[in-house]
């Protein structure tokens, strides 16, 4: 049984789709890039902006520092919260921390937009922690997210079995692999089951209510 559980913020908690691809088109468009679809630049959600900016955009790093800056110019203004929660989400984390769940959100977006986000939807009061990257680009390997989670939980090695990652990308996946602990991997985010399984998902749920059920396993109480 998972005791620890640190959420993955984007595609996992709430639905950041029409924000982050507005900002990444407005961002793109500074390089002269042509505007796409925003089904063509779901790519960009979950992974660290430079990474994505250099793989999906064609940037070169220093293009995709000043890219990330674009992108903040906007999404400071209106992008965060061009965003949703997934239906469902606010039940599960209150029927998890009514069952004495330790929750966290463990998330590669800047922390200071993490906060901001959560407590504007009023899912902030569920967490025990918040824990993000910081907007200098430090923190931002997911591994180091998680080990800065434990960290601030005042966990140890040996609460490593009793904890997991629930997150919708393989950067998540790998990030837990890395960091000791348990991952799974959800389908109603942005990733794929391919995606997911050869990252090493220890489980895969295709919906809150099967994260529910992964969560609290043969509780009568909460499956029903």
Not at 92 to 119: H, M
Not at 174 to 192: E, F, S
């Amino acid at each position: 049984m998972h005791r620890y559980l640190l959420f993955d913020l984007d595609g996992t908690l709430t639905d950041p789709a029409e924000g982050i691809t507005k900002c990444v088109q407005y961002a793109l468009s500074y390089f002269g890039q042509a505007e796409r679809r925003p089904e063509e630049l779901y790519c960009y959600i979950g992974p660290p902006l430079p990474e994505s900016f250099e793989t999906y955009g064609g940037l070169s790093r220093e293009e995709a520092l000043l890219a990330v800056e674009k992108y903040r110019e906007r999404f400071r203004e209106k992008g965060m919260f061009e965003n949703k929660v997934y239906p469902g989400v606010e039940k599960l984390l209150w029927t998890l921390r009514d069952a004495g769940r330790v929750l966290a959100v463990a998330t590669s977006k800047p922390e200071v937009f993490a906060k901001e986000i959560l407590g504007h939807f009023g899912l902030s009061e569920y967490f025990q922690e918040i824990v993000g990257s910081e907007l200098d680009g430090t923190r931002m390997d997911k591994a180091e997210v998680i080990r800065e989670a434990f960290a601030r939980l005042t966990l140890e090695e040996a609460d490593k079995p009793l904890t997991a990652m629930i997150g919708d990308r393989k950067h998540d996946i790998i990030g837990a692999r890395n960091a000791g602990i348990d991952c799974i991997g959800v389908l109603y985010g942005y990733g794929d089951r391919e995606e997911l399984t050869q990252a090493g998902a220890k489980q895969i749920v295709a919906s809150v209510e099967e994260l529910k059920q992964a969560l609290l396993p043969q509780n009568p109480r909460y499956n029903q």
